[in-house]
Nanobody
Framework: QVQLVESGGGLVQPGGSLRLSCAASGFVFSWYPMNWYRQAPGKERELVATIPNHGTSPDYAASVRGRFTISRDNDKDTIYLQMNSLKTDDTAVYYC????????WGQGTQVTVAS
């Protein structure tokens, strides 16, 4: 079955950086676009970044463009989210997502940006 396992979250000061990872299994990873979403307390889940199966031309939410970079390693069945210049507004649970025959989510990893 499809499994998505995120890691790399934590507490960081404003202006700092974190790198999230999502290890995937249970499907042919190289066939599918992959996504990072986030959900802040009291807010709806929002799409942060998406990367096509071939890894080129990723897309970003306006709020993170220029600060976050999504990437993938099709040999390791893993996607990454490099987050730089973090702001307090980036505080959220970050989720890895893929749509194959159904929509699948990881368990999420908490990112807290605070001084």
């Amino acid at each position: 079955q499809v499994q998505l396992v995120e890691s790399g979250g934590g507490l960081v000061q404003p202006g700092g950086s974190l790198r999230l990872s999502c290890a995937a299994s249970g499907f042919v990873f190289s066939w599918y676009p992959m996504n990072w979403y986030r959900q802040a307390p009291g807010k709806e889940r929002e799409l942060v970044a998406t990367i096509p199966n071939h890894g080129t031309s990723p897309d970003y939410a306006a709020s993170v463009r220029g600060r976050f970079t999504i990437s993938r390693d099709n040999d390791k069945d893993t996607i990454y989210l490099q987050m730089n210049s973090l702001k307090t507004d980036d505080t959220a649970v970050y989720y890895c997502n893929v749509y194959t025959s159904s929509n699948y989510w990881g368990q999420g990893t908490q990112v807290t940006v605070a001084s």
